[in-house]
């Protein structure tokens, strides 16, 4: 059974991008929070030139990934920023990370969307019988 998008935690570049948060040399906190607003998880991010450096926290220690940035050309003469895939370094708008793991696209992953799952049944509306 492959894992749910749900129980992972995404970084959207887009995402990212619109809050200025790519400028280089630019180091904050991104956190994941409950609905309740309960912090999960914070990941320390520096962006760089054209990388952003991720410090994951571990048990004890926090483990360093490099992503690198790649720029795509956008609709009105801008850049559009991805993500390119530590793992299989195709380009992605959003890497997913669950506690303790790295960040990675979702293919490398094997994620799918909830919606995949759901029932095959519950598209079928209730018929009006015509009497
Ligand atoms: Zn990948």
Redesign the pocket.
């Known amino acids: 059974m492959k894992a749910l998008v749900s129980q992972f935690h995404a970084l959207n570049v887009t995402q990212l991008n619109r809050g200025g948060w790519l400028y280089p040399n630019t180091t904050y906190e991104w956190v994941w929070r409950t609905n309740k607003g309960t912090s999960i998880e914070a990941v320390k991010i520096t962006a760089l030139e054209s990388s952003v450096e991720l410090f994951i926290p571990m048990e004890s220690t926090r483990m360093l990934q490099r992503v690198s940035l790649v720029y795509s050309a956008g609709p009105h003469g801008g850049k559009r920023p991805w993500f390119a895939?530590?793992?299989?370094?195709?380009r992605?708008g959003i890497l997913y990370h669950a506690p303790s793991r790295p960040f990675?696209?979702?293919?490398?992953y094997g994620l799918a969307y909830p919606s995949q799952y759901q029932s095959r049944d519950q598209s079928y509306g209730r018929r009006h019988r015509m009497v």
């Open positions: 895939c530590p793992q299989c370094q195709r992605a990675f696209c979702r293919r490398c």
